[in-house]
C-alpha cells in the first residue's frame, strides 16, 4: 500500500459546483497533513494545513479523520481559476521530518 | 525577503555527463528536500536532509548525490548513473512538523 493515496481524477466540473477530494495515508502515527495546490509546470504551494477539528478558510474546508486515516479537501463555488492539481501531504514519522506527497488529483472547472 | 531559490531554471546535460542543480534557503529551515516530477505525475523524494551534515535516501536514490554542508545549501548532482534524467527537479525546505516551501524548480533536459 503506497503511504499516500489520491484518485488521481481528473474532476471535470461546472463553475459553482462543490467537489470533495480524499486521501488516504497508511502510518497512523502521523501528525501533520497539508493540501498543496500545483498550478502547470510550476512548484506546489501551500493550500492550507489539515487540523484534527477541520479547518475552513473561504471556500475550502479540511477535514481530518484519524479513525479512517483520511483526509478531504472540499471546494465550494467552483472558480474557473481553481482548476489545478490538488496534492495531499503527509508526515508520516511524527517524530522527524519527512514529508511524502501523494501523486495529486487534478481539477478542471469548465464554463 | 525569505525564501528558497534553485538555479537554474533550466539546464540541459549531454549524455554521460554529471550536472548539479542548486539549492539555496534563507529560512532557517533545518529540513531540505529533493523530489523529482515527471510530466504527469507526482512529486517523488529523491534526498532529504533533516540537519547540516546527515542526509537520507527517499524512493528514488539511484543516480543522485546530495550534500548538506551548510544549513542554508543542499546541491543535488545527477550523476551519469541515472539512466533517464530529464525531469522537472524541486527543492523544498522546511522545519519540524510545518508545511514544506518551494523554489521554482529546474527543468533538466538530456540532449
Known amino acids: 500500500r503506497k503511504e499516500v493515496e489520491q484518485d488521481p481524477g481528473p474532476f471535470n466540473v461546472p463553475e459553482g459546483a462543490t467537489v470533495a477530494f480524499n486521501c488516504t495515508y497508511s502510518n497512523s502515527a502521523s501528525q501533520s497533513f497539508f493540501w498543496y495546490r500545483q498550478d502547470c509546470r510550476k512548484e506546489p504551494k501551500l493550500l492550507m494545513s489539515?487540523?484534527?477539528s477541520g479547518n475552513e478558510d473561504g471556500r475550502f474546508t479540511a477535514q481530518l479523520n484519524r479513525a479512517s486515516q483520511y483526509i478531504s479537501l472540499l471546494i465550494r463555488d467552483s472558480k474557473l481559476s481553481d482548476s489545478a492539481t490538488y496534492l495531499c501531504?503527509?508526515?508520516?514519522?511524527?517524530?522527524?521530518?519527512?514529508?511524502?506527497f501523494g501523486t495529486g488529483t487534478q481539477l478542471k472547472v469548465e464554463l | 525577503d525569505g525564501g528558497i531559490t534553485q538555479s537554474p531554471k533550466y539546464l540541459f546535460r549531454k549524455e554521460g555527463q554529471n550536472v548539479t542543480l542548486s539549492c539555496e534557503q534563507n529560512?532557517?529551515?533545518?529540513?531540505m528536500y529533493w523530489y523529482r516530477q515527471d510530466p504527469g505525475q507526482g512529486l517523488r523524494l529523491i534526498y532529504y536532509?533533516?540537519?547540516?551534515?546527515?542526509?537520507q535516501k527517499g524512493d528514488i536514490a539511484e543516480g543522485y548525490s546530495v550534500s548538506r554542508e551548510k544549513k542554508e545549501s543542499f546541491p543535488l548532482t545527477v550523476t551519469s548513473a541515472q539512466k533517464n534524467p530529464t525531469a522537472f527537479y524541486l527543492c523544498?525546505?522546511?522545519?519540524?512538523?510545518?508545511?514544506?516551501?518551494f523554489g521554482q524548480g529546474t527543468r533538466l533536459t538530456v540532449v
Open positions: 501531504v503527509v508526515n508520516p514519522s511524527g517524530g522527524g521530518n519527512k514529508l511524502t
Open positions: 529560512l532557517n529551515h533545518d529540513a
Open positions: 523544498a525546505s522546511s522545519t519540524r512538523n510545518t508545511e514544506a516551501f
Open positions: 489539515v487540523y484534527s
Open positions: 536532509s533533516q540537519i547540516v551534515n546527515d542526509f
